[in-house]
């Protein structure tokens, strides 16, 4: 009986301690300056200790130096100076923490907030190996009792085990169906006091939040968004990593030329992108986020740049298309050869759809992001990281396009730390009397 | 002798208790029914487990007659993903009588099933784990 017992605990236990907090590693990517770069920030094993961050570098990535500093409350701890190489591939830093808590990474001019947890020990984990523990020392006790002839007094102790185990055994069965906690990072604003103690319970059950306003505008080469609240106007500070960024910018020129952006948040409500050899007109952007509290809102705006070149999108892929009529499940099929893809942004491929399109793209009625998933592997809860260049060569999106006409597509894809743009048009037929729902 | 019988008893109840508190549980594959205007649909999936999956569906009318028709398109998607995968199209094993295979349901949780006939569409919602 007991060994059946332990055998759940084993169970149950890490189940519980994933639970509150998210140990995982935290993958931004970050568009800072001219480089394309995913930070990724690992686990932290224990506190005070090291945290070793990964920098990730593109293909086209200038070689030289940048600065990680950890940060706790605005005050520096450790900084750590990582060169980054002409070759695309993984660079690593160490920075030091030396409490839990909300914590900032900041990569040069950019900041990414990250949550340092606790380890902290659930109530139902403390009741469970306290009642066992307890049930053990009563046991002596009874023993005792009985060794040293007073067996009548050992009923006492007994009675004592029989509760403790009772105890423990109730917590241990019950604990699954604990609801969790609400996490401080993704649902409440990180304090010391809550990553501290994360298993005080708040009386709030909607942590949902207002909109967000987007107002672009440029500085020299780079765009800079400000993001407000729609119910208060402060900045909103609560973006959370999603799809491994804070901020995904699509940026699709008047010719049609896309840049799928990561924006850094340079201050409170502040994000900005580098828009390289940026075209003349006006583009339409498109901004995806999360706020803490959960629900991911697209932002839509677009902004006149002034410039010069036009950079074509130069990817290229064997494209098999299967376009049902305007709300049924299109597919589209992009063959790129060889077995080779890497994750990007956690997903083997994205697909930006914008549509229909009659003069700018910025008045499309639709603006989608669809993506390609990777296939889960058994036994590893973790994503693969870009290191792992394994997959596709076939990346299959399914879209039900909602309006008829013709849409702009582009197909992204990593390869050989090189992000892969494709891009194509697609006709979508009005529907035949079929009631599209 | 009474003692021992005593204690056999009750280690078999504690024993039988605990089989029952922990014995695990899974999801059976159960016929989900749902109707449209004119027909009558009920999905019997091959498994309630992630992965490649094949469903078995009848269609009616209200009546209980096969539905005419001669292809019914399956259209997956999990919404709190965000992700749909390819519908798949099959025809009629016999009047009514449709068997959807190679259906990849790589993910557990909540997916919604649309199935269409036609102009007649039904969602049906399928827990996989």
Partial sequence: MLLALGAVLGIAAPALADGAQSGADLHVAQTIGDRDLTVIIRRVAEVPGPVHVDVVTHAGSPPGEITLTARAAGAATSTVKVVLGAAPGFYSGVVQVDRPGPWELAVDEATIPFVVPALVSSPWENATYGGFVAAGLFLFAALAFAVFGRPRLALVPTAGLVAGIAVATTAALLSPSIPPVAAPGTQLDPTFDNVGDPYQRTSTVDFSRPPVNLVPSTVGDDLVLSLTDGSSGRPVDDLLVHDSAFMHLVVVSPSGQLRHLHPIRTAPGEYRARLRASEQGTHAIAAEIARRGGGVQLLRSSIDVSGTAARPDGGRADLRTDIREAGRPSTITAGFGRGDLQPWLGMLGHMIVVGPVSGSPATAPIWAHVHSMIPPTPGMPDKPDESVAAYGPDVPFTYSFPLPGKYLVWIQVERDYSVVTVPTVVEVPAGKGVSAK | ?129
Avoid: C
Avoid at chain 2, 43 to 53: C, D, E, H, Q
Avoid at chain 2, 94 to 114: C, K, N, S
């Fill in chain 2, 1 to 129: 002798m009474k003692r021992s019988v005593l204690v056999a008893l009750a280690v078999i109840v504690a024993v039988a208790g605990a089989l029952v508190v922990l014995w695990p549980r899974g999801v059976e594959a159960q016929p989900h029914l749902a109707e449209s205007a004119q027909l009558r649909f009920v999905l019997t999936p091959a498994t309630t487990r992630s992965g490649v999956n094949s469903f078995d569906l009848r269609i009616t009318d209200r009546a209980g007659n096969p539905a005419p028709g001669n292809e019914v398109v399956v259209e997956p998607a999990m919404p709190q993903m965000g992700h749909a995968i390819a519908p798949i199209t099959a025809g009629p094993l016999e009047p009514g009588h449709y068997r959807v295979g190679d259906v990849g349901l790589f993910m557990a949780g909540q997916w919604e099933i649309t199935v269409s006939l036609s102009a007649e569409r039904v969602v049906i919602p399928l827990l996989l784990t």
